[in-house]
């Protein structure tokens, strides 16, 4: 049976790293088994559901490189992929379960369940319900719905316990008791989760549940659906949850937690999505940066942790550095743009009248960089020289070979008609002989004259990029600075 997985997300907003990680293991085992991932959106909470919110949903997928095979968008045999457009065959199986006596009309106020529960609680049972409305009559019934009352509909829970085994926990047995008959339809029409899911799973033939534990106390209640139905029960996979730092659940306290957070920042879908997969999985070789067909090739279920996996914000860091120095010249220059341009530093007209210089001075600080955001820091020496000196290039500038060496610099660069590296080169060569300067007192005080800092991109590439006139402006500045100091 080629094995089917699903990603069900509610559109309340951006999607959580926690819940796009169930969305990429699911991804992955589809694509391992060359099976098919389903997408279905969960929209039954009304109150909080927007089409906004859906449209970021398939945003942030398609950013992170997962697609589906089905779902909106793109349709299949299995639709409709909305829970809001399915409530008429949801109505048809509560019908089957009433018809078959397996789920009951429930006419409690919430008063009376409140009662109920803390009743139970007060003689130490579990807050279940207490089944007054099970065995109410047909008479009954009708006389409830004349007096204007509305009925929740419940589910007949006979069994005194369900197992199930999970292909990450093991066999794991659950007592009825702990919840008793269930709701399954609210007072005001509109069906619950637990009942929902089971009948979208069933339908779409999933073969493979793969959600965070957080939903392992639902199973239970699915499963009673799944059988009361005649529905196959799928396989279970519940995978651990994502902490924090901390070591407690991954929230907004602990910083970016959503996929668009990310996407802002800097991070490159790539290195997301190669991190994202190695929290609660390993590779079998222990390897740690992967390309997507190689996680694809090693990706098994067998492989997933039953710990949960802590969020290391350092190690993302790391990773995405990873994927920034692997790009091309041409490509990291495109992702750097926007960041450019929105931190003032370049306007559209710049880029586009100097594309390829720009390219050039983002190559020479790639090295730095382990967001695409950090990039505005990083590359400001090329549009602005430092004129606040700190203590190290003070003491450095004061030596009695620095002006010497800037005022020689300064004239060999003006005798050349461009720069390049064997021309830059040569320059050097040439400070070097004239003044006896060399290591710091020559390479960190030509740096300082070009620049005003000690440390950025390689000096070579520095002046080069910078370019033959804007160099001499800026040792001419330096010299000034010097001689006022």
């Not at 709701?183 to 509109?190: E, Q």
């Not at 020479?364 to 000196?389: A, G, H, P, W």
């Not at 007192?441 to 004259?449: A, Q």
Request: aromatic share 10%; glycine share 6%; net charge negative.
């Amino acid at each position: 049976m080629a094995v089917r997985v699903r990603f069900a997300p509610s559109p309340t907003g951006h999607i959580h790293v926690g819940n796009v990680r169930t969305a990429l293991f699911n991804y992955l085992f589809a694509r391992n088994q060359k099976g098919s991932f389903i997408l279905r959106i969960e929209d039954t909470d009304l109150e909080r559901s927007t089409l906004e919110s859906e449209k970021l949903i398939y945003e942030d997928l398609q950013w992170l490189g997962l697609d589906w095979d089905e779902g909106p968008i793109k349709g299949g045999d299995y639709g409709p992929y909305k829970q809001t457009e399915r409530f008429d065959i949801y109505k048809k199986y509560v019908q089957k379960l009433l018809d078959e006596g397996k789920a009951y009309k429930c006419f409690c106020s919430k008063e009376e369940l409140e009662e109920m529960k803390e009743k139970a609680l007060k003689e130490g049972k579990p807050p279940r319900y207490n089944g007054k409305c099970r065995n109410l009559t047909p008479q009954e019934i009708e006389a409830l719905e004349k007096e204007g009352k509305k009925a929740s509909i419940r589910f007949k829970v006979e069994d005194e316990e369900v197992t199930i085994y999970d292909i990450i926990k093991g066999e794991i047995t659950f007592k009825t008791d702990a919840f008793g008959d269930f709701i399954i339809v609210r007072p005001d029409g509109t069906p619950v989760y637990n009942f929902v899911v089971v009948i979208d799973d069933a339908l779409m033939k999933i073969t493979h549940v793969i959600r965070g534990d957080d939903h392992l106390s639902n199973t239970p209640k699915q499963v009673l659906i799944y059988r009361a139905l005649g529905f196959e029960v799928p396989k279970f996979a519940h995978i651990p949850m994502i902490l924090g730092p901390d070591h407690s659940k991954l929230s907004k306290r602990h910083g970016d937690t959503s996929v668009n957070q990310f996407r802002e920042k800097g991070y490159l879908p790539e290195a997301l999505f190669n991190y994202l997969a190695l929290l609660s999985w390993s590779h079998p070789e222990e390897k740690e940066v992967l390309s997507k067909e190689e996680l694809i090739e090693a990706f098994s279920l067998d492989r997933v942790s039953k710990s949960a996996a802590v969020f290391d914000f350092e190690k993302l860091k790391w990773m995405n550095g990873i994927y920034i120095r692997n790009k091309s010249k041409e490509e990291l220059a495109k992702l750097c743009v926007p960041y450019l341009v929105s931190s003032g530093l370049v306007n559209e007209a710049y880029v586009e009248e100097n594309f390829d210089l720009l390219a050039d001075m983002i190559e020479s600080v790639k090295d730095n960089l382990e967001l695409l955001s950090d990039i505005s820091q990083y590359i400001e020496v090329y549009f602005k020289l430092n004129t606040v000196f700190d203590e190290k290039a003070k003491e450095l500038l004061a030596l009695e070979t620095s002006i010497p060496v800037l005022k020689t610099f300064l004239s060999e660069i003006e005798k050349v008609d461009k720069l390049d590296e064997q021309i830059y080169k040569s320059i050097v060569k040439n400070v070097q002989k004239s003044t006896g300067a060399k290591g710091k007192s020559l390479f960190m005080v030509i740096r300082i004259g070009v620049s005003g800092l000690t440390k950025g991109p390689e000096l070579d590439k520095l002046v080069i990029n910078l370019g033959k006139d804007e160099v001499i402006k800026r040792v001419k500045e330096v010299l000034e600075l010097i001689e006022k100091q």
